[in-house]
């Protein structure tokens, strides 16, 4: 047996010896072809049958994730309170996982979804339950959650301010809206913060409809106009004629420290010879109150370079500005420990001051989109 096997592979070899060199480099080309389409119809054949699918796996949080059952839906329906939820929740997890934390908050903060924070916050929980801070965590939630809960008060439509819930307030916030572009106008000439100038008007005006309550309520709280004073004070903000001078001469007189600097010498130059009946003009003008504007952020720049000056600097102070503003110049005296005041003024059976009423609306956050608190209240600064 073993003797025919080998004559066969002898007979083999020898056949195989006679074929010409070209002939047997064809043929090993041949098989190899042969061969590379056999195993390509057959990856084929299996890939056609699904034989190579990932069929996947079911994840072991699945119905973790599930669970949600857009509970946003529900539990965010007192957009405010549910805010404050989230809030507290951010919170107790930045005393553990503070860049999780981080990027929740700027992430809810930048989302247009209301549930969005309810979501990322349930998606983390899924993973802090493997951690060892996961107890502590869910721990400093439920006491938080308890506090908040315990002194969650009954909603109210009333202001934490008191002088805010007056009838004047709202009729007095759509008049200086109708004022807005004349009020920015102002600041940028002036280089002031147009909060600061609003507070200012806000000052004045509620000083003046609570000294004559019944004519304004009868007369401008309809129409929601701003007064005007014509006597002894002038305009919106009740700029005194020889303190409307002073600002004139400060603004031209480098000398001073009051001086505000070369780019503001010409803001008030006037047009005619007559400057008595132009600055009267300027300021008692019932449809345009630029100039009021324009008068009051020079005082407020020049009496803050006043004090900056002289080594204390008030420019984050709007309290004392306020003041400042209300009083006069005669009265701005530099010192380490300036105190808030000005003219009283009675709002509901309350007594205030000026600067306590300028102060109040400057942080109040009352019409903030119109007027936002600014990095710098001067542009100097």
Known sequence: MQSSDNQDRKSLW?????????????????????????????????????????????????????DYKNVSLE?????????????????????????????????KN??????????????????????????QYA??????????????PVATQRN????????????????????????????????????????????????????????????????????VQNQFSFGVTGVKDYTAMLVERHLADTTSPYYMGKA???????????????????????????????YTGCILHQTMLQWRRAGYDISDRPDILFTLFNLGFEVSKPKPDPQCGGSRIMVGGRQYTFGVIGNDFYYSGELAEEFPIQEKSFADD
Request: charged residues 25%; aromatic residues 10%.
């Open 14 to 66: 020898a056949s195989w010896k006679s074929f010409k060199v070209r002939t047997r480099i064809f043929i090993v080309l041949t098989m190899l072809m042969a061969s590379a389409g056999a195993a390509i119809i057959g990856a084929w054949g299996v890939y056609k049958l699904g034989l190579t699918n990932n069929k996947g796996a079911v994840d072991e949080n699945n119905r973790y994730l599930a």
């Open 264 to 294: 503001y010498e010409h803001i008030l130059d006037f047009e005619t010879a007559d400057h008595t009946s132009e600055r009267y003009n300027r300021l008692v003008n019932y449809r345009n109150h630029l100039y009021s504007y324009i």
């Open 139 to 152: 721990q400093m939630c439920k006491e938080l959650m308890q506090v908040y809960d315990r002194y969650s």
């Open 160 to 227: 934490l301010i008191p002088w805010m819930n007056d009838s004047a307030w709202p009729v007095l916030k759509q008049a200086i809206l109708k004022d807005k572009e004349a009020i920015l106008d102002a600041a940028r000439i002036t280089g002031v913060e147009p909060r600061l100038i609003v507070g200012c008007l806000v000052g004045e005006q509620i000083r003046l409809f609570n000294s004559k309550r019944e004519m304004y309520k009868r007369y401008l709280g309809p129409v929601k106009v701003l007064s």
């Open 110 to 135: 930048n989302s247009a979804r209301h549930d969005a924070a309810n979501r990322m916050l349930y998606a983390a929980d899924m993973y802090l339950g493997e951690t060892d801070e996961g107890g």
């Open 75 to 107: 539990d965010t329906l007192d957009t405010k309170a549910n805010d404050m939820r989230n809030y507290l929740q951010i919170l107790a997890l930045d005393k553990f996982f503070p860049a999780n934390a981080e990027k929740i908050l700027a992430a």
